[in-house]
């Protein structure tokens, strides 16, 4: 057999499977070990394609809201302080106020 282009392109796989896989589960652990083991099929020969890795959702963040916004008023107060401080000023009362929004990267 001659060697060219074309049946080089098809001696590069003998298969092709396509699937989409979609896992919803609170056990993240478990989620990583099975990211792991696609390295070793790709140690096999194994090709995945893997389109941005797994994504994570929070479902609970009104569990953990009060303490995050506790931590962040006690951070805007240390920031405010020492901003005071460098500009020789004193820090009064709130005089407006604006939550933010919340994003986990």
């Known amino acids: 057999m001659e060697f060219n282009e074309e049946n080089y392109k098809e001696s590069l796989y003998k298969y092709r499977a396509y699937i989409s896989l979609t896992v919803h589960t ?3 652990e478990q989620m990583e070990a099975a990211e792991k ?6 140690n096999q020969g194994i090709l995945i394609s893997n389109s941005g890795g797994p994504r994570y959702y929070f479902d609970n963040i009104n569990d953990i ?11 805007a107060k240390l ?3 020492e901003f005071a401080k460098h500009s020789s000023s004193k820090l009064g009362k709130i005089k407006n106020a604006n939550q933010g929004y919340f994003e986990f990267l």
Request: charged share 25%; no cysteine; proline share 4%.
């Open 26 to 28: 609170k056990n993240i």
């Open 79 to 81: 920031a405010a302080l």
């Open 37 to 42: 083991n696609i390295a070793e099929l790709y």
């Open 65 to 75: 809201k009060p303490e995050m916004l506790a931590d962040s008023i006690r951070n």
